[in-house]
């Protein structure tokens, strides 16, 4: 899920990226410097999880023994 929401909001497929851009009628460049705090913390997530696959897995384990 993460991975596809960084897709959807980096340029060339990132739909979401261009309709952000065509509602809020902003330009990509001050919009992708808007987004690039999240873009680091989900890029942080996704290591994280291939790092340590346990992590997502841990959540479930834990809600039903």
């Known amino acids: 899920m993460v991975t596809r929401a960084i897709g959807l909001v ?13 509602v809020g009628t902003i330009a990509m460049i001050p919009l992708m410097r808007a987004l690039l705090h999240f873009l680091i913390a ?10 340590v696959p346990e992590t997502s897995t841990w959540l479930p384990n834990v809600l039903n023994p």
């Open 42 to 51: 989900q890029l942080i997530a996704v290591i994280i999880l291939c790092l």
């Open 10 to 22: 980096t340029p060339r497929v990132g739909v979401v990226l261009l309709v952000v851009m065509r």
